[in-house]
């Protein structure tokens, strides 16, 4: 299975841990096609290629060849949300990953959207548990 | 022609009256499906409809049937960036508006695709000539 994972670079990159927290485990189930997501040491400059077209064209690629979305939408970003829609317009299978918490409004275009998994979880074992429930089903 | 405006909402309000006004200057070429994105008194809770579903298949009804996107990307929106993906994704018109300030870092999926127009602009006059540019063309 080609997974791809989506997390905020340049929106920000305060849950980039559990970003890689996260691949590591969906790298139980198959091939994770955008393992730098979670690398520590990318910033919110979000330099992970030459230019931003080699970026997007790159990203791009991975996605329409993958299986499978992941998204972990907690942090608001403007790629994670193209990529989500990109992903539903081509009947791309996605899963949305929300940790509610005091602040955080999730988008009514992801909250309301009848073409893509939505869980709310609290911590990495919830999130591993509606990871499993979603990619063996 | 039937133009559909995107804006942040619960991304974050802060330009909520700029995008009145490009509103109301797209206004002059044709329909602006939303123009409640630019409604100063609509808060980033994001309450412009009933329930979240109700709003995703409003305004997704409306972009579909739209004519072009404009997307104001200053904020980062998951929203905007999940309009502007769908909208690419089905061969859809879209203009993306940035704002260069210090600390804003716009994404490279949309800085680097190629099947969207972006323009950067400092004021209200220099927006209003790059969209007359643009629908003009």
Not at 9 to 36: A, C, N, P
Not at 75 to 82: H, L, Q, R
Request: net charge negative; charged share 25%; glycine share 10%.
């Amino acid at each position: 299975m080609k997974i791809y994972f989506a997390g905020s670079i340049r929106g920000g990159r305060e849950d980039s841990v559990l970003y890689q927290q996260i691949i590591e485990y969906l790298k139980t189930f198959g091939e994770v096609l955008t393992e730098h997501v979670g690398d520590p040491n990318l910033t919110s400059l979000g330099d992970d290629g030459s230019t931003d077209k080699y970026i997007h064209d790159r990203d791009l690629e991975w996605l329409l060849n993958s299986d499978v979305l992941v998204a972990e939408v907690t942090t608001v970003s403007m790629g994670v949300g193209y990529e989500i829609g990109r992903a539903v317009e081509s009947g791309k299978k996605v899963l949305c990953l929300f940790r509610p918490e005091l602040g955080k409004n999730l988008s009514a275009m992801i909250a309301g959207c009848k073409d893509l998994k939505l869980v709310r979880y609290g911590n990495l074992e919830e999130v591993k548990l509606l990871i499993s429930g979603f990619l063996n089903s």
